[in-house]
């Protein structure tokens, strides 16, 4: 059996490791557009310290969690502490420990109580932003007069938080989530590329065929006839296989109606252009001799809404790889705006960010800044997936069922972090569906029965 994968993320080369340790001799290739493997993973190592400029944190911290297995085996981890903040607003004010505590502590509970809900019954669609706008007024009472606005305030901050981790601005998002946890976040501090070159390496292990992975080999075509596909590359290589599985990013399929001939089935391509596709701006701050006054991580509470990309940073995480690294977010539609400054406007402006906000004119320009432009990136066209208030819960499967051809054989198949609705816009989720859709062929393949879809 032939099958091609289009895709070196997580999703492709844990399908292609699964396809191989179960039939070595199976003709596999991997094409992959850019020059690396791993996506969305983007480790890079400057002066000895490892940056992380895509994923940063596994999402959980349980064996039945597929990235963390794998890091327990061959990874160095540790818990991550994103959640201890001081919180600033823009006058230089530190808001007391006493009252940001308080806030957080509320806040999870309320996020606690929303996953229950999400996990019991379908409830009415909201947004996000909307119950938090319903539930977080019913704690106001356990604050004293004068404690109440600077609470808001951290509510508030809050709430922009929640949006790095959603990928979205949360009117967008629907409290109508699938996702299922897995516990707390973990900080691999060998950095998190070492999980993808622990599959390159399982994937040479179960064969020994040099050019498996297929590097800048970027798909333009993927055309289905009577049993074959082929797939045609930019620069002129053409390939057919008896399976093709798909992993590009869920930003790339929405726009691809010149990539799949005879096109995408129309219900698919609606569910796929249903499911949120969020535009986040990570960059990491590198300072040769930093001497933080505060030792946790900087929140910033901004006195308006945002009205440019400036006001749209959210604050400066200390990195679990040191503390001379700053890492900075931005969520939403000022995502596209912060890729097209230069670094040097990127890192004036959050110096004079840091220095009002930490009431500090002290703080130096950092040395350099570093990051990656998901968002503009035809590779990507964004960062992660998450649940909008247009997804129905149908568009997962949708997405997800492979094309078959005339006599119901599976032919183009679909994997990625956002056909997994139970841990969608995560590493383990890219894994799930990549070993879910290698099983759909090999099950296929041993079986020979064609497969029909309703
Ligand atoms: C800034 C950021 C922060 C994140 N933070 C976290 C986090 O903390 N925790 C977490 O669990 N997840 C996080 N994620 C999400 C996580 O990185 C992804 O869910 C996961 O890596 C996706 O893997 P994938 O295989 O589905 O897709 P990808 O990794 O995107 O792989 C798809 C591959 O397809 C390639 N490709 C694109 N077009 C073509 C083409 N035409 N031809 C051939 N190849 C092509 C791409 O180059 C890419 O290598 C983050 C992502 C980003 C961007």
Aim: hydrophobic share 35%.
């Amino acid at each position: 059996m032939s099958i091609i994968i289009i895709g070196a993320g997580l999703s492709g080369l844990a399908a292609a490791t699964e396809l191989l340790e179960i039939n070595p001799n199976a003709d596999v290739k991997i094409l992959e557009a850019s020059s690396e493997i791993g996506g969305r993973i983007k480790t890079i190592k400057i002066y000895d310290k490892l940056i992380e400029l895509g994923a940063q944190w596994i999402h959980g911290n349980t064996k039945e969690n597929s990235a963390y297995a794998i890091a327990q085996a061959i990874c160095n981890t540790s818990n991550s502490s994103y959640r201890e903040c001081s919180f600033y607003e823009s006058n230089g004010k530190r808001i007391k420990e006493a009252i940001s505590n308080k806030c957080c502590e509320l806040f999870y509970r309320i996020q606690n109580e929303l996953e229950a809900i999400e996990n019991s019954t379908a409830s009415p669609n909201m947004s996000v932003a909307e119950y938090f706008d319903k539930e977080l007024p019913k704690y106001y009472k356990d604050f004293k007069d004068d404690e109440l606005l600077e609470a808001k305030n951290v509510f508030k901050q809050l709430l922009r938080m929640n949006e790095s981790y959603m990928g979205a601005l949360l009117t967008d998002v629907s409290i109508n989530d699938p996702y299922i946890s897995t516990g707390d976040n973990t900080c691999v501090n060998d950095g998190l590329a070492k999980i993808c070159y622990h599959f390159q390496d399982r994937i040479y292990k179960a064969n020994r065929t040099k050019d498996i992975i297929k590097l800048n080999h970027k798909v333009e075509k993927i055309v289905l006839k009577n049993s074959t596909v082929k797939v045609v590359c930019s620069n002129g290589l053409e390939l057919n296989a008896d399976h093709v599985l798909v992993t590009l990013p869920l930003g790339v399929l929405k726009q691809s109606n010149h990539l799949f001939d005879p096109p995408l089935p129309k219900m698919k391509q609606h569910s796929i252009n249903r499911i949120g596709f969020g535009f986040v701006g990570k960059f990491s701050l590198y300072y040769e001799n930093p001497v933080w006054k505060d030792s946790k991580h900087f929140a910033f509470i901004p006195s308006d809404d945002p009205k440019d990309w400036t006001d749209a940073i959210q604050g400066y995480f200390k990195d679990s790889f040191g503390q001379n690294i700053l890492t900075g977010w931005i969520v939403g539609p000022y995502t596209l705006q912060y890729e097209n400054v230069t670094d040097e406007e990127l890192m004036k402006v959050s110096t004079n960010l840091l220095r009002k906000y930490l009431n500090d004119d002290s703080i130096p320009l950092p040395q350099h800044v570093f990051r990656y432009n998901f968002c503009s990136s035809e590779l990507f066209k964004g960062c992660y997936s998450y649940v909008s208030m247009e997804t129905q819960a149908v568009d997962y499967a949708n997405y997800s069922d492979p094309i078959l051809d005339d006599k119901s054989v599976p032919r183009i198949l679909f994997a990625g972090e956002a056909t997994i609705p139970q841990s969608y816009s995560t590493m383990h989720g890219a894994v799930d569906s990549g070993k879910r859709e290698a099983r759909r062929i090999i099950d296929y393949q041993s079986r020979k029965i064609p497969i029909y879809t309703i």
